[in-house]
């Protein structure tokens, strides 16, 4: 079956950085597209970032935009988010998603697989 793992989430500092990962397993990863989403308490969970299945192609977040990059490594089957110049209001469980059909999407429900989610807390 289809998994999607995530790791690297944790308490740091405002202004500082993280790098989560996802590895994805029991699905053509190659052929997947690839996307990030965060939950903040007591909110909905909203679009981060997404990228194609080349990896040649992404779209973020305004909020995100310029501090946040999304890769993907193909040969590893893992895909990365790179969160600098982080802000408490980043604090958020964030979740990995994959897409079979053609086309990034930052909708919800166009993604087919989620993974468990990791926490990241930005302490002011």
């Known amino acids: 079956q289809v998994q999607l793992v995530e790791s690297g989430g944790g308490l740091v500092q405002a202004g500082g950085s993280l790098r989560l990962s996802c590895a994805a397993s029991g699905l053509t990863f190659s052929r997947s597209h690839m996307a990030w989403f965060r939950r903040a308490p007591g909110k909905e969970r909203e679009f981060v970032a997404a990228?194609?299945?080349?990896?040649?192609?992404?779209s973020y977040a305004d909020s995100v935009k310029g501090r946040f990059t999304i890769s993907r490594d193909n040969g590893k089957n893992t895909v990365y988010l790179q969160m600098n110049s982080l802000k408490p209001e980043d604090t958020a469980v964030y979740y990995c998603?994959?897409?079979?059909?053609?086309?990034?999407?930052?909708?919800?429900?166009?993604?087919?697989?989620w993974g468990q989610g990791t926490q990241v807390t930005v302490s002011s």
């Open positions: 998603a994959a897409r079979r059909s053609s086309g990034s999407s930052p909708y919800e429900y166009d993604y087919d697989y």
């Open positions: 990228i194609s299945r080349s990896g040649g192609s992404t």
